[in-house]
Every structure is written in C-alpha cells, then in structure tokens.
C-alpha cells in the first residue's frame, strides 16, 4: 500500500473575509474530491482570511500512479485564478 501526501499552502487572491475563504476553499475541495476520488481538508486555523493550507491524501499500489496524481491535483489547483500556491511539500510512504 502507497500513500501519498500534499501539504499546500495557499494565498487566496479573492478572499476578503472568512466567508469568502470558505467559498473558495469548499469550491476547491469539492472540485478536487469529485475529478481525483481524493481526501482534502483544511489544515491550518482560520485566524487568516487570506491564507489557507491543505492536506491531500491518497492511498494506492504504484508509486507512479500515486506521484502523477499528486501532480494532477496539484497542476489543478495551479490553474485556478482565485488561488496562488505559495508552499507544497510531498511526501510517500
């Protein structure tokens, strides 16, 4: 069993509030969890309107399965114009 991990720290472009960062955080969750079959949550405290981190988990047999989709999910988030990756860091065990 391989499980990979994705630590994202992000700086959210449009948040100006807490609602607006939930809005943008549950909008990329729910994107992510649907297209990947994936586990996301949000790991940091909410003192910070425009900041947030993620956990990403998966879990799967190939190493290499398990790495380019970590860089799917990660490309992904990339794309998005209301976020700006600041910090990733991978891990597999």
Known sequence: ???????????LNNSFNLKDKRRILN???DQLRSKFNISISVVDDNAKYNYSQLGVACVSSNVH????LL?????SIEDRCDVEVINIERSIL
Request: charged share 25%.
């Open 1 to 11: 069993m391989i499980v990979g991990l994705l630590d994202i720290s992000l700086l």
């Open 27 to 29: 909008s990329i969750k």
């Open 65 to 68: 399965f398990t790495r380019e």
């Open 71 to 75: 860089n799917r999910v990660l490309r």
